[in-house]
């Protein structure tokens, strides 16, 4: 896998070609949902568990993302789970424990926004784990990941990719519209400053984490139409060989 800022941040799609793609891979995507919800045919099997994680830049585009993602699925079948910094209860427990109840079961989808590699990213750069903590995650994590695999779960991570400047300059905008200034923080600002400490972590998250059963796909989200396709084309692309294997679909 490439290094980080060796992806291609100039990518980009115009509007229509955006929603032709759009359309196309969202139509898929519900009917391969139906058949994992066993809703296709008389034998009501369901499919493979899908957990797609969304990490990435501030600004960077995952709630447009997860928006069009999960926009023509049947909630029932479906689940979107944000997750903040743990609460006093939950840091009593080992960090991966407040993670499993979003978890989908046989049939079922979950779009985490945000996850457990906050422990190598702002728990590592902020200081809220210590060294030997959040460098033992990642053995933790594979681990972990490899147990859902197993069972049969198709993971999908993405990592939503935008420049310093392109990042600085949606900060402005948001802080300048007054129906977007409530997503802007002053930990959003504070976090800007250390951007070269988050890109060492993200390298290294992915170069200790990116394995053939829960592999990193980075989305070159620059431009936001370009990122938002390829989000929901690599999901389909991912469920449609998870669901060959199995013998849901034909070759």
């Not at 229509?16 to 058949?35: H, I, M, N, S």
């Not at 890109?199 to 829960?214: K, L, R, Y």
Request: hydrophobic share 40%; aromatic share 10%.
């Amino acid at each position: 896998m490439p290094m980080i800022n060796d992806y291609d941040l100039t990518l980009s799609l115009g509007k229509a070609e955006e929603e032709q793609r759009l359309a196309k891979a969202q139509a898929r995507l519900l009917y391969l949902r139906l058949v994992c919800g066993g809703l296709m045919d008389s034998s009501q099997r369901l499919g493979p568990p899908l957990c797609v994680v969304m990490e990435g830049w501030d600004a960077s585009g995952k709630g447009g993302a997860i928006k069009r993602l999960v926009a023509p699925l049947d909630p029932r079948h479906v689940r979107v789970k944000s997750f903040a910094a743990p609460t006093a209860d939950e840091k009593r427990h080992h960090f991966l424990s407040r993670f499993w109840p979003a978890l989908p079961g046989w049939g079922g989808m979950a779009v985490l926004d945000r996850s457990w590699y906050g422990r190598v990213l702002v728990e590592r750069v902020e200081g809220f784990a210590t060294e030997t903590e959040w460098r033992r995650s990642y053995d933790e994590i594979k681990s972990f990941e490899r147990a859902l695999a197993d069972e049969g779960t198709v993971m999908i991570k993405f990592w939503m990719h935008i420049s310093d400047d392109e990042q600085l300059k949606r900060f402005d905008a948001r802080k300048n519209d007054p129906l977007k200034r409530w997503k802007l923080t002053d930990e959003d600002w504070r976090n800007r400053e250390k951007r070269k400490d988050y890109e060492d972590a993200v390298v290294e998250m992915i170069e200790h984490t990116d394995t053939s059963f829960a592999p990193w796909t980075v989305v070159e989200a620059e431009d936001k139409r370009y990122g938002r396709v390829k989000v929901l084309e690599t999901v389909c692309a991912r469920m449609e060989s998870a669901m060959k294997r199995l013998g849901m679909l034909d070759e």
